[in-house]
């Protein structure tokens, strides 16, 4: 099956901890992005990936590494540094975008990330 | 600053009724708007979308309203139903300039159709 692969499902940290999300996808996408949701606040841009080895900052990106060392893969660590990490974060990818077309981003199913 | 505002925050809907979600923009630079769809502790999902070429987009029970001139677009569930309860975000993509596909979400709208 293709598809979008986001482990574990439910994770649970303690304060000043790092922890890192795993996200995969056999899409064959090149572009792939973090988002983080919070209640009432929609979906917010974290980091994004349009090629290997290279990778850009969202709108809220404080507090957040990543890295992406293969097409395929795109996880996101959460450091110590970032102030209110429980969340519930989402991966996506997509082919990348061109000036004539928009493509479509397609979700994983979200890691819910508790910090006790 | 929300960039994309969305309301109303939440909907109860009878089934065979119109669900009605209303999305504004203010970035002129938007051209592209797709509207996801989210059940509880899934990944969003793409519904429908628009160009703001054209004023509005049918698929099947699902409608988008687009007023370029207001800046605003709409989204309309027709013969709602128990199964389109779930929670729907707007969004806007800019025109490509190199910065990829950023979507910008609007806050949500978690629709509950009753029997």
């Known amino acids: 099956d293709g598809g979008i692969t986001q482990s574990p499902k439910y994770l649970f940290r303690k304060e000043g901890q790092n922890v890192t999300l795993s996200c995969e996808q056999n899409?064959?996408?090149?572009?792939m992005y973090w988002y983080r949701q919070d209640p009432g606040q929609g979906l917010r841009l974290i980091y994004y990936?349009?090629?290997?080895?290279?990778?850009q900052k969202g709108d809220i990106a404080e507090g957040y590494s990543v890295s992406r060392e293969k097409k395929e893969s795109f996880p996101l660590t959460v450091t110590s540094a970032q102030k209110n990490p429980t969340a519930f974060y989402l991966c996506?990818?997509?082919?990348?975008?061109?000036?004539?077309?928009?493509?479509?981003?397609?979700f994983g199913p979200g890691t819910r990330l508790t910090v006790l | 600053q929300q960039q994309v505002k969305q309301s109303p925050q939440s909907l109860i809907v009878q089934k065979g009724g119109i669900s009605i979600i209303n999305c504004a923009y203010e970035?002129?630079?938007?051209?592209?708007f797709p509207w996801y769809q989210q059940f509880p502790g899934k990944g969003p999902a793409l519904l429908i979308a628009?160009?703001?070429?054209?004023s509005e987009k049918k698929e099947g029970r699902f409608t988008i309203s687009f007023n370029k001139s207001a800046k605003q677009f709409s989204l309309h569930i027709m013969d709602s139903q128990p199964g389109d309860s779930a929670t729907y975000f707007c969004?806007?993509?800019?025109?490509?300039?190199?910065?990829?596909?950023?979507?910008?979400f609007g806050t949500g709208t978690q629709l509950k159709v009753e029997l």
């Open positions: 990936s349009q090629i290997v080895n290279d990778f």
């Open positions: 970035n002129t630079a938007f051209d592209y």
């Open positions: 899409l064959n996408h090149d572009a």
């Open positions: 969004a806007a993509v800019p025109a490509l300039t190199g910065g990829g596909n950023k979507l910008t």
């Open positions: 628009i160009r703001p070429d054209v």
């Open positions: 996506a990818s997509s082919y990348s975008g061109t000036r004539s077309s928009y493509n479509e981003q397609f």
